[in-house]
């Protein structure tokens, strides 16, 4: 499989934020969001075979724990990052996919913990949900909307509604956008939307199924910082 890079951190952003976290980040992406914070993963890194990358994650964790896929978009390549979770499951480990939900999630394995985004407007890329994805989601998995203003809330509340998502993810994660420019300071001057403007949102709204997901790793590390 094609892959960008495989590193050891912590998971940054949905219910499992602040656990150890192997990730195997599979390059390229079939979407251009406008705030993509790993353009470096359109193009290059290297060919692994799954030996190859069950070796190296044995390397960097070397008792089971949780390992997750991302990307770019990890199910571009499906049949190859489908045996790879199985072979991780068979390993005895936790398993999170995190993809942005436009391509066929049927064939992921139940045992998978999915963290779906559903893209918002100023992604420039909404509308591209596969929604027969929605008959693949179970009370395990994470549905994500990154919101950069209030007309991506408005959008993701509408979704949620219209399409009964509370009663098909056990968690509904908003997460400020960050500015794609953002670097130096690790604060919340680099998201795009405040956070406190959210968190007031979701209160205002009492939506109590919502939760706000703050992206952990851009507050430990600087934003632009690679393999964390
Ligand atoms: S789906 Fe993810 S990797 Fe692809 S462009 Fe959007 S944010 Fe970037």
Not at 95 to 106: A, F, I, K, M, N
Not at 107 to 132: H, L, N, Q, R, T
Not at 167 to 193: D, I, M
């Amino acid at each position: 499989m094609h892959l960008i890079e495989i590193f050891s951190s912590i998971q940054g952003e949905s219910s499992h934020a602040g656990r150890p976290c192997v990730f195997v980040r599979l390059a390229g992406c079939n979407l251009r969001c406008h705030w993509c914070d790993t353009v470096y993963s359109f193009t290059g890194g290297k060919k692994w075979s799954l030996a190859e990358v069950l070796a190296e994650v044995e390397r960097l964790q070397t008792e089971p724990g949780l390992v997750e896929l991302t990307g770019g978009e990890p199910m571009l390549q499906a049949e190859e990052a489908i045996a790879l979770m199985e072979a991780l499951l068979a390993s005895g480990r936790e398993v999170l996919l995190e993809t942005s939900g436009s391509l066929p999630l049927d064939k992921v394995p139940a045992a998978v913990y999915k963290i779906v985004d559903v893209k918002c407007p100023s992604s420039g890329e909404a509308g591209k949900f596969c929604m027969a994805n929605l008959a693949a989601l179970n009370p395990r998995d994470e549905i994500k909307f990154v919101i950069a203003d209030r007309a991506d809330y408005d959008y993701a509340r509408n979704f949620c509604r219209e399409h009964g998502l509370e009663a098909l993810v056990g968690v509904l994660l908003l997460s400020p956008a960050f500015k794609k420019e953002a670097h130096g300071s690790r604060s919340t001057e680099n998201c795009q939307l405040d956070p406190a403007d959210l968190a007031a949102w979701i209160v205002e709204d009492r939506w109590l199924r919502a939760r706000l997901s703050l992206q952990t790793h851009k507050f430990i590390w600087e934003p632009q910082l690679r393999g964390v």
